[in-house]
């Protein structure tokens, strides 16, 4: 079994940045380890439903994000740490969140599918971020 643990969340003045770390641990029933997975971050404020923020897959070499964070937010993996990144910049009001990492530890998701929550096997249990104005 997985476990994905983040850090890394607090309070912060706009503009000011965070940055997150997800660390994994344990062997999925795939077989695979950390470097094979598909990793994401999502978030989720009062009232509204979870959203996607940045994706990794396994190769590294594509890296999706969504519009809100583009230019502000980089995603980012240490595969000999076993741990996600997510560098925040230029921090809004509107990025106050509780922030998850979720990994997709049993296949390879094509890669239009990154930003949906349902590819993602394995989730944490959440970092709260507060971005005061």
């Known amino acids: 079994q997985v476990q994905l643990v983040e850090s890394g969340g607090g309070l912060v003045q706009a503009g000011g940045s965070l940055r997150l770390a997800c660390t994994v641990s344990g062997r999925a029933a795939s077989g695979r380890t950390f470097s094979n997975y598909p990793m994401a971050w999502f978030r989720q404020a009062p009232g509204n439903e979870r959203e996607f923020v940045a994706a990794n897959n396994w190769s590294r070499r594509h890296l999706v994000y969504a519009d809100s964070v583009k230019g502000r937010f980089t995603i980012s993996r240490d595969n000999a740490k076993n741990t996600l990144y997510l560098q925040m910049n230029t921090l809004k009001p509107e990025d106050t969140a509780i922030y998850y990492c979720?990994?997709?530890?049993?296949?390879?998701?094509?890669?239009?599918?990154?930003?949906?929550?349902?590819?993602?096997?394995?989730w944490g249990q959440g970092t709260q971020v507060t971005v005061s104005s």
């Open positions: 979720a990994a997709s530890t049993g296949g390879n998701p094509i890669l239009s599918s990154l930003g949906m929550i349902e590819t993602y096997s394995d």
